[in-house]
């Protein structure tokens, strides 16, 4: 716990001094007074870069990360830190528990991934301070891996395994069925209400279902003409991307109605993916 403490303050006085040191030169040297851009952003801070320190500061990020991990299950550590709060406002340290209790709640409620996200965090800072080292054009963009993304598909494909799984074994309700031969679950499985009361298939596809003030949601998802009409649009859908091979998981027909008019009309950003899936040549 001193050891998590000391990383914590170390962790806060290297940041106020970082984001000191940047916030003047933005001013000073770049006179952001009332906004700021990418562009100005990045040559203040190469301006002012103390790379060493910015490396530190994520060394540090990554140490506290594992030590509140290792923390986190022990059964004594909550009561202690509330015990804790008040002698640590009266020694003017109240600023610095707020940032360890915060730290410890949001490890708690990540769990097992808390792991994962510090490593994807400062992996993800780290690459960014190197690009704006090299002078990268645009060193604040991130752009998935090639590993990234094949293992964003493997994830998916698993995910539809076990939920197809899980489909076998619960009872339908026929208008509720998310059938094999849908695309997806859009006006089956959920619907989405906006604050007016319409209703849409989904999120995505923004064609109206019907409205809460006239009538139930019971009669909607029961009787509505335009939502039969999406269920049988996702085994259509389902039909024709099946020519496109790879494509399947990550196509929106809602997003394909929005952008080309058609629910299994090709998007930019599903022509993008079907590459992405094509094997590499050779
Ligand atoms: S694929 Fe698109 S339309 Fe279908 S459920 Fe997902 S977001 Fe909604």
């Excluded at 003017?92 to 965090?121: P, S, Y």
């Excluded at 695309?183 to 809460?212: E, K």
């Amino acid at each position: 716990m001193l050891h998590a403490a000391g990383l914590a303050l170390e962790l806060n006085a290297l940041s106020h001094e970082l984001d000191a040191r940047l916030t003047q030169t933005l001013v000073e040297a770049f006179r952001c007074h009332d906004g700021l851009d990418e562009v100005a952003y990045v040559a203040a801070y190469r301006q002012c870069a103390r790379y060493d320190l910015r490396h530190r500061q994520l060394d540090l990020v990554d140490q506290l990360g594992q030590d509140l991990q290792r923390l986190v299950p022990k059964p004594f550590i909550h009561t202690a830190l509330k015990l804790a709060r008040g002698p640590a406002r009266l020694a003017g340290l109240g600023e610095l528990h707020r940032f360890l209790d915060t730290g410890f709640h949001a490890f708690r409620h990540m769990g097992a991934d808390a792991g994962t996200f510090v490593t994807t965090v400062v992996g993800r800072e780290r690459a960014i301070l190197e690009r704006i080292r090299a002078g990268h054009p645009m060193p604040l963009e991130i752009a998935p891996s090639r590993a990234g993304m094949a293992r964003l598909f493997e994830l998916q494909r698993e995910r539809a395994a076990a939920r197809q799984a899980d489909q076998e074994r619960r009872p339908t309700d026929a208008t509720a069925e998310v059938a094999d031969s849908k695309h997806c679950g859009a006006g089956s499985a959920t619907v989405t209400v906006d604050p007016f009361g319409n209703v849409y298939p989904c999120v995505q596809w923004r064609r109206r279902v019907g409205n809460l003030h006239e009538q139930s949601i019971q009669t909607i998802w029961r009787q509505s003409r335009e939502l039969a009409e999406v269920r049988r649009l996702a085994v259509d859908v389902k039909q024709a991307i099946s020519q496109h091979g790879p494509l399947g998981v990550g196509f929106c027909p809602g997003l394909a109605e929005q952008e080309t008019g058609d629910p299994p009309g090709l998007y930019p950003a599903a022509r993008r993916l079907l590459e992405l899936r094509q094997p590499p040549a050779g």
